[in-house]
């Protein structure tokens, strides 16, 4: 196998997520191999810091990105889980170009495909089509933050327990207690009720 063709290879499962959006020809997939680039990223280390410019727009192949914020009182207060055909990017700065106030970080090795801001910029104008695709990821986005915080607003922690179920179905297992508590915003002591209720339920 040559570079272009392990390259095409791991490029593959973009493709195919984005074929189920919009259906690509043959020029706008060989874009995607272009300018989309595997990156892994070892357990513990960080997709993007805090006061950094996030110019990276990130889709997992594999492995469990998240994305927080430390508080004045070193408290970390977790957005989002993005595992595998999940995307994860701070948004505000990506778009924005400005310094970011969020973390992003591997909780597992992990895989990434990365389009740069300027790559995606080029991919918008080259490939219209993607103009399209981007708006309804950006979209979906917006209206699943807006679900949470309406739900850390007006709902108890076991809906919100039982929204986070249903969400990262594939997670749930996958991460310890203090994550899920941190997502939650509540102690994972609390949480092992929650887990405890639920199961005698």
């Known amino acids: 196998m040559n570079e272009e063709e392990l390259l095409q290879t791991q490029v593959q499962p973009l493709i195919d997520y984005f074929q189920q959006l919009l259906p690509l020809n043959k020029s706008e997939k060989q874009l995607v191999v ?25 889709f997992v192949v594999r492995g469990c990105l998240k994305m927080y914020k ?22 505000g700065s990506f778009y924005g ?4 106030e969020l973390n992003i970080d591997a909780f597992e090795d992990t895989m990434v495909l990365q389009i740069s801001y300027d790559n995606l910029i080029a991919l918008y104008g080259q490939a219209p089509k993607f ?14 933050l807006q679900k949470r915080l309406l739900q850390n ?26 994550l ?6 509540i102690t994972p002591e609390f949480l092992s009720r929650l887990r405890k209720k639920r199961i005698n339920a």
Request: hydrophobic residues 35%.
């Open 34 to 58: 272009n300018l989309f680039k595997p990156r892994l990223y070892r357990k513990r280390q960080y997709v993007l810091q805090d006061t950094d410019l996030c110019n990276q727009f990130n």
């Open 153 to 178: 607003i007006s709902s108890t922690a076991e809906e919100r327990y039982e929204a986070f179920l249903e969400t990262y179905t594939l997670l749930n297992n996958r991460l310890p207690q203090t």
């Open 180 to 185: 899920v508590a941190s997502f939650l915003g």
């Open 70 to 91: 430390i508080d004045g009182k070193g408290n970390m207060h977790i957005i989002q889980f993005a595992s595998e055909n999940w995307w994860i990017s701070d948004i």
């Open 97 to 100: 170009r400005t310094p970011s």
């Open 131 to 144: 103009q399209r695709i981007f708006r309804v990821l950006i979209e979906n986005s917006f209206i699943s």
